[in-house]
């Protein structure tokens, strides 16, 4: 396995479901992010962990709750969605705490709420 | 709060043609990084091409270059003898240059869909 991978590629799940996204980097990464893609917006930041500690949340509604336990794994659990969260979830990692490093993103999970 | 625009939702052109994508940014930073994107049918983002605005010249990848005009805030994608594998959309991303962890996010463009014809 090489980059960033994401599992699993496509989630269909009802409102009152509970399941979880995973994300995983091979590159010796320090940093992991969480976007959201949905058609015709810009990509949505909805969570940054840096050395497994998380720095930044915009205001991401709680039924997203991410989990990093290591620095090369992430999590989004996912409870009680609502049908405008369907959308394509894209994890990415970067190098290093500081300076701008480029973001590698994986495949995506393209998730729909019915 | 920083912004991106990309003014062209859809461009298309014939194989082997040159291709421009515009971006402009909004910004009151002095010290940033601008990138542009690509996002196949296959959904992968994968990085194209990384611009440090305080570097004056213009960064090449291949047949990727850019325009970086930092007084217009432009930040063109030039794809030169373009090829069916460059069919995807296109990105525009900025980050700010500041040092402390945390503070430095992508924001995203709406992207712009190119399409090579055959």
């Known amino acids: 396995e090489t980059g960033v991978t994401q599992t699993p590629r496509h989630l269909v799940m009802g409102m009152t479901n509970k399941k979880s996204l995973k994300c995983e980097q091979h590159?010796?990464?320090?940093?992991m992010y969480w976007y959201k893609q949905s058609a015709k917006k810009p990509l949505e930041l909805m969570f940054v962990?840096?050395?497994?500690?998380?720095?930044e949340n915009n205001s991401v509604p709680s039924r997203f709750s991410p989990e990093c336990p290591n620095s090369s794994h992430l999590f989004l659990h996912l409870h009680t969605l609502q049908p405008e969260d369907s959308a394509l979830y894209l994890c990415?990692?970067?190098?290093?705490?500081?300076?701008?490093?480029?973001?590698?993103f994986g495949p995506g999970t393209r998730l729909l709420v019915l | 709060a920083q912004t991106v625009t990309q003014s062209q939702p859809e461009m298309s052109v014939q194989e082997a043609e040159t291709v421009t994508l515009s971006c402009t940014y909004d910004?009151?930073?002095?010290?940033?990084?601008l990138f542009w994107y690509k996002q196949p049918p296959s959904r992968q983002m994968i990085l194209v091409i990384r611009?440090?605005?305080?570097?004056?010249q213009n960064a090449t990848e291949n047949r990727f270059s850019v325009n970086f005009q930092k007084a217009a805030k432009s930040f063109s994608l030039k794809i030169s003898d373009s090829q069916l594998g460059d069919t995807a959309m296109y990105f525009c991303?900025?980050?700010?240059?500041?040092?402390?962890?945390?503070?430095?996010?992508?924001?995203f463009g709406t992207g712009t869909r190119l399409t090579i014809i055959p």
């Open positions: 611009q440090e605005a305080y570097k004056q």
């Open positions: 590159l010796g990464h320090n940093a």
């Open positions: 990415a990692s970067s190098q290093g705490q500081t300076i701008q490093e480029t973001q590698y």
């Open positions: 991303a900025f980050m700010t240059g500041r040092s402390n962890f945390g503070n430095e996010k992508l924001t």
């Open positions: 910004t009151s930073e002095n010290n940033y990084y």
């Open positions: 962990y840096s050395l497994e500690e998380r720095v």
